[in-house]
């Protein structure tokens, strides 16, 4: 995470500690200071439609979690179930990122620009699917707050890894570190939110789970599809590996999602085969790559030699 993300997370006392009592706290002035201390801005764009998908979203997890997300008009800092959403877009062009939560402070960064160019990008009916990818995101970062558990920053990622081809070569195993692991249970929970819901009597309140429900297998099979084919023939492993050290890849988010929204034995295999590839694969890669034993000087352990 990046050094001027993490002053924010002590924006609500600072405010406090500058003289205001708490109940004084007007939400606008908290979403002003941390647009300020991120150096990012406001987006007032899709107003509408961001205040429909919240209203959705707290009818669909209310029977489940204690928390409301509202957006600063709305926010009162001293309830302690509601979170502040901030929609923003970067001012810078090197920032990319599609949303952030601050469990501590109760607020939820979010990128809708950035949600629809990958919504365009990567599902198979692009524009109805920026509404369901905003929802699942935020679903994604309610699980955060289940979890009690800040993630880094969630950027939505079609796989093309940042850390390069020579630092993946096909013998060094991928492995799911425990933050990456806190970003799938994340997505679990927020899976078991809609699962929770489509078994639930609220009909009234299952947009949310119908979305979601439309949207994850196409973007599974566009994900891995558009991998495959632009791919297709190369010798490249970087599709076993993952874009950043805190976040899993989407194509393997996505497939876990599907999976257990909507369980099978195909897909479970895929899932196996998949994380095989990435972990134990490499391992016996290493004992049949002679180029672990060549080299102008042979560098093993003491115990080996
Ligand atoms: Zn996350």
């Known amino acids: ?9 002590v924006i609500l006392f600072l405010l406090i500690a500058c003289g ?15 647009l300020s201390d991120y150096n990012i801005s406001r987006d007032y764009s899709n107003s509408n439609t961001l205040q429909k998908i919240l209203d959705d979203i707290n009818c669909s997890v209310s029977s489940v979690v204690h928390k409301k997300l509202v957006v600063a008009d709305s926010f009162t800092p001293r309830d302690t179930s509601q979170i502040l959403l901030v929609p923003f877009i970067s001012n810078g062009h090197v920032f990319k990122s599609s949303a952030y939560a601050d469990v501590t402070n109760r607020f939820i960064l979010i990128n809708l620009r950035y949600i629809r160019e990958f919504a365009t990008k990567n599902t198979l009916n692009d524009t109805t699917a920026f509404v369901p990818l905003v929802e699942l995101m935020l679903l994604h970062e309610i699980g955060h707050f289940m979890l009690h558990a800040a993630g880094s920053f969630d950027n939505l990622d079609s796989g093309v890894s940042t850390l390069g081809q020579q630092e993946n070569p096909s013998t060094t195993p991928e492995y799911l570190t425990t933050v990456k692991k806190i970003e799938l249970s994340a997505d679990s929970l927020a899976i078991d939110l809609i699962r929770k819901q489509l078994k639930s009597q609220h009909y009234e309140c299952l947009n949310i789970a119908f979305d979601v429900e ?18 297709f023939g ?11 050290n805190d976040h899993p890849n989407m194509e393997l988010r996505v497939t876990f999602m599907n999976y257990f929204l909507f369980p099978s034995d195909a897909q479970k ?13 490499p391992v016996h890669e290493q004992e049949l790559d002679p180029k672990i034993f060549q080299g102008k ?5 003491e115990s080996t030699k």
């Not at 190369?234 to 950043?244: E, G, K, Q």
């Not at 295999?269 to 694969?281: E, G, L």
């Open 1 to 9: 995470m990046p050094r001027e993300w993490i002053s924010g997370s």
């Open 20 to 34: 205001q009592p708490l109940q004084d706290v007007k939400g606008v002035e908290v979403e002003t200071q941390l």
């Open 214 to 231: 439309r949207l994850l297998p196409g973007m599974q099979f566009q994900l891995s599809g558009t991998r495959m084919i632009e791919k």
């Open 234 to 244: 190369a010798r490249d492993v970087n599709f076993l590996h993952d874009p950043s």
């Open 269 to 281: 295999k895929m899932i196996d085969d998949y994380i095989y590839d990435r972990t134990v694969a």
């Open 297 to 301: 000087t042979k560098n093993l352990p």
